[in-house]
C-alpha cells in the first residue's frame, strides 16, 4: 500500500487479532509517514490496539521492546543512504535508551550481519548496551505466523500446538509426562 487509506483493509484485519500490536517499519511501507498521522489514522478507524516502534519502546511485564528499520549501507556511497543509516542508528540509540534498565530485546528488520556484510555502526550500538535478543523476523517467521493468524480467522485454534498444550487436561499432560520420563 502507498499510503494509510490503501492499507486500511490490511490494518482491519490485524485489528481483529487479540491483543496489542507492536509495528516496525520495513523498506517497503510506503504507508508510513509520521507517527501523528498514524495514529490519527488509527483513532478515525477504532484502532486502539496498534502501536509503532519509533524512537521509543514498549514494556511487557518486565521487557523492554526497542527496535527501528535499520538499514543495509555496503554497496552505496550515496549521501541519501548514509543519511539513512545514521537516522536509524540515532532512532535504535533513542529507543534503547528509552528502554531505561529493563531487559531490552531489539527487534530490526535490516540484520546487521547477513552473509559477508556486517553493519558495524548499528552492530556498535547493539555492543554498547546489554542486550538480552536481537531479532530480525523472515519469511519463514512470518509465514508461521501468518498459518497461526489464520487459524485464528477460520476458527480452528485447536490446531495451533501451544494452544493445544495450553488447553490439555491435567491428566493427559501427567501422562505425558510420565512417557516422557520414562523413555
Not at 487479540?18 to 520495513?26: A, T, V, W
Amino acid at each position: 500500500a502507498l499510503d494509510l487509506q490503501s492499507a486500511q483493509p490490511d490494518f482491519s484485519w490485524i485489528n481483529e487479532i487479540p491483543g496489542r500490536k507492536i509495528i516496525l517499519k520495513g523498506n517497503h511501507d510506503y504507508w508510513w509517514s509520521t507517527a501523528a498521522k498514524f495514529y490519527k489514522f488509527c483513532e478515525e478507524n477504532g484502532f486502539s490496539d496498534m502501536h509503532i516502534l519509533n524512537n521509543n519502546c514498549y514494556e511487557y511485564d518486565d521487557w523492554a521492546i526497542c527496535g527501528t528499520r535499520g538499514w543495509f549501507y555496503e554497496e552505496e556511497s550515496d549521501p541519501h543512504h548514509e543519511k539513512i543509516l545514521n537516522r536509524e542508528c540515532i532512532r535504535l540509540e533513542t529507543s534503547i535508551n528509552s528502554a531505561g534498565d529493563r531487559e531490552k530485546i531489539v527487534f530490526l528488520h535490516y540484520p546487521p550481519k547477513y552473509n559477508a556484510y556486517e553493519c558495524t555502526e548499528i552492530l556498535d550500538i547493539l555492543k554498547k548496551h546489554p542486550l538480552n535478543r536481537a531479532m530480525r523476523v523472515d519469511k519463514m517467521t512470518l509465514a508461521a505466523l501468518e498459518a497461526t493468524l489464520r487459524s485464528y480467522e477460520t476458527g480452528s485454534v485447536e490446531e495451533i500446538p501451544v494452544v493445544a498444550m495450553l488447553a490439555a487436561e491435567p491428566e493427559a499432560l501427567h501422562q505425558k509426562a510420565h512417557q516422557l520420563a520414562s523413555m
